[in-house]
């Protein structure tokens, strides 16, 4: 199997505050690149459907998945991931996702997604968040965002900040293809 694993594998980790375009971003770049998109909600909901969001067996069960996605991901060219810091994920799985990414010869591209406040409240409660079981509450998401939930945990100085108020989330898709010089995924013929 160690022949499999690539010199470097990327991983693209695309956070900020929910409602920031990231998911949206992460699409557009995985269809660009061709790269998996392992979008946190895969695993939120999946756990949501069991355990309390915040419970000491959603907190762990969560990082375990999401490290194990990562490490055995480990053969991959890139992978993108979207995480929205808040207060339910330790501290420690910032370092351990480096340590399960680098450990393996990879690289972690920290990637920050932010949008004017009025425009990410805009945004708050849309179709595809509530599919997802995304906060969609605004009155919700501003006392989360008073009480400092989203402060924690700190994350690494981002490799790319990109603003998604005035940009599309193409747009943002090429900024983080060029700013990285990631291949960009041939073009299948729409005669196919």
Known sequence: MEALYCEIMKLI????????GKLTIARELSQLTGYKLFHNHLTVDLL??????????FVELREKIWLSV??????????????????SVRQS????????????????????VVCDP???ERRMDTQDRRQHKKL?????YRKLKADG???????????LTLNSTRTSPRENAMEIV???SLPQAARQSSAS
């Open 178 to 180: 060029a700013r990285f």
């Open 70 to 87: 990562f490490e055995e991901a480990a053969f991959l060219p890139a992978l993108i991931f979207t995480f929205n810091p808040e207060n």
């Open 136 to 140: 969609v509450s605004l009155e919700l």
């Open 48 to 57: 949501l459907s069991v355990f309390e969001f915040g419970s000491a067996p």
């Open 149 to 159: 939930v989203f402060d924690s945990p700190k994350m690494p100085l981002p490799k």
């Open 118 to 120: 009025a425009e990410l």
């Open 93 to 112: 799985f910032i370092e351990k996702t480096m340590r399960a990414v680098e450990s393996r010869g990879g690289e972690v591209l920290f990637v920050e």
């Open 13 to 20: 980790f695309l956070y900020g505050l929910p409602g920031t």
